[in-house]
């Protein structure tokens, strides 16, 4: 069945719904032993937040710590959570917790994730994002998460919400963002080697890849390919005219499809079809938000929330 979509958006700021939703496992647990991603979306501007866990029993604390930050970051009350039916959500720990801030909860009907559409149409194109990026860049499918991880900040900063005309990142932190940092995912890089105590005729760097943001401190996130370790630093050439032709690795680890259908295999048909219901993504009967198909187009994924200035200060022009 379809849903008819509202003529008109009820939510007016930021925070006043939240849309979230959780995906995998995995069949390949990432480079950082992560097999889940947790979603979440900011209903007016559509600025999102995704974190990685473990296991799925990690989300109600994680979901407890991410209200706390934001509203006071924010300086804005969290009204409504909209979310399915699952036990990551819908447990007594975040009731208790809600009800003690006065959150409004809103569920899915049982197998309807039409009406929880926004969170689901986040979910597919995060998954879609991570998949070409991986194979365009021939990097092993262990590094989903920093694939999916890049995709939601660059994508923040990129993209114009349809009926605001402006980026989610403008809507939530009032001025545009600067992109002049921006690297291209998975392109090799030479990384100073600062660490180890050199000969003077020694090689002074490393060849690794690029993998995206830090978002605590003004650096970016590499893969050292001497250590085989994850590192964030400032002290990096990126090369990315010299992409890789081929991948070289185990079959396994870049088997693409096997990864994308298991995050859910029954929610995606990567032929370009949900398999789970035709028709339009719907909304609730009250007054909340418009969960249409043709508005999810404008969904953008993005990292964890964080400080405006942070990744801005990669560039030494940026104020």
Not at 27 to 40: E, L
Not at 274 to 302: A, I, Q, V, W
């Amino acid at each position: 069945m379809s849903f008819k979509s509202k003529p008109e958006n009820s939510i007016s700021k930021p925070l006043q719904m939240l849309h979230m939703d959780l995906f995998g496992p995995t069949t390949v647990q990432s480079i950082r032993k992560k097999s889940y991603c947790f979603v979440i979306i900011d209903d007016f501007t559509r600025f999102s937040s995704v974190y990685f866990l473990h296991v799925k029993f990690e989300t109600a604390e994680l979901l407890k710590e991410f209200i706390i930050k934001v509203e006071n970051q924010l300086d804005c009350k969290v009204k409504i959570l909209r979310s399915d039916n699952g036990t990551e959500c819908k447990n007594s720990n975040v009731d208790l917790f809600c009800a003690e801030k006065g959150i409004a909860r809103q569920f899915s009907a049982p197998r309807t994730p039409q009406q929880n559409g926004v969170a689901e149409r986040k979910n597919r194109t995060l998954i879609e994002a991570a998949r070409s990026m991986l194979a365009d860049a021939k990097i092993p499918i262990t590094f989903w998460d920093e694939a999916i991880a890049t995709a939601c900040s660059v994508q923040n900063r990129t993209l114009l919400v349809q009926d605001k005309h402006k980026t989610s990142y403008e809507l939530l932190f009032g001025r545009k963002p600067n992109i002049s940092y921006l690297k291209a995912f998975g392109c090799p890089v030479s990384i100073l080697n600062l660490s180890d105590h050199l000969d003077k005729f020694e090689s002074k760097s490393d060849d690794g890849f690029f993998l995206g943001y830090s978002s605590v401190s003004k650096a970016y996130r590499v893969f050292n390919s001497k250590t085989n370790v994850v590192i964030e630093t400032i002290n990096v050439k990126f090369l990315e005219n010299s992409f890789p032709s081929v991948a070289h690795g185990l079959e396994w680890l870049f088997d693409l499809d096997s990864l994308t259908k298991s995050f859910n295999s029954n929610l995606f048909d990567f032929s370009g079809k949900s398999s789970k219901e035709s028709g339009d993504l719907g909304c609730f009967s009250d007054d909340s938000d418009n969960d249409d198909d043709s508005n999810l187009n404008s969904d953008y994924r993005f990292m964890s929330f964080h400080h405006p200035d942070m990744l801005d200060r990669l560039n030494p022009k940026t104020k």
